[in-house]
């Protein structure tokens, strides 16, 4: 069999034509759909933590989580609400050190975001890269 696409639409079709006739199955994917649900509410409920979409201050806790690495996204959040004060770029501009507004670094792995500098700058971060370690003079005499 060929998994062209008219091959695969078509196996999907099967199947849910299959599903969709078939009684049983639905009763058994809505029995799931029930226990999955009440297993996470159950659990979020014994941890007593907030549901992932409802968390409240997301961004500032990540913020102030010391020396830890942040994802993109959250960077760039923090960056817009203000949390960060000082951003640090590495001579590679793969990565950035940052400094929260209540003193605590952080780092950042960086993507080839042509609007990075401009949020930057709109955002008055104070932006400088770090010079690059010229190594050590012995190696560079070999």
């Known amino acids: 069999m060929l998994y062209t696409p008219e091959n695969i639409q078509a196996a999907m079709q099967e ?17 799931f759909s029930k226990k999955a649900i009440t297993g996470w509410i159950v659990l979020q409920t ?3 933590t907030p549901m992932p979409a409802f968390a409240d201050g997301e961004i500032a806790t990540k913020m102030a ?26 001579p ?11 003193g605590v670094r952080g780092q950042v792995n960086l993507f080839n975001d042509p609007n990075l500098l401009k949020i930057l700058q709109e955002n008055q ?3 400088s890269v770090i ?7 012995i190696f560079g005499v070999l």
Do not use: C, W
């Open 15 to 31: 199947f849910f034509e299959e599903f969709k006739n078939n009684e049983g199955r639905q009763k058994m994917m809505a029995e």
């Open 46 to 48: 014994a941890l007593n």
């Open 65 to 90: 989580a010391p020396g830890g690495t942040v994802s993109y996204t959250t960077f760039l959040q923090g960056v817009k609400e203000h949390l960060i004060d000082r951003v640090r770029i590495d």
């Open 92 to 102: 590679t501009g793969r990565t950035a050190e940052f400094l929260n507004v209540d």
């Open 125 to 127: 971060i104070d932006l």
């Open 131 to 137: 010079p690059q370690d010229p190594g050590n003079p």
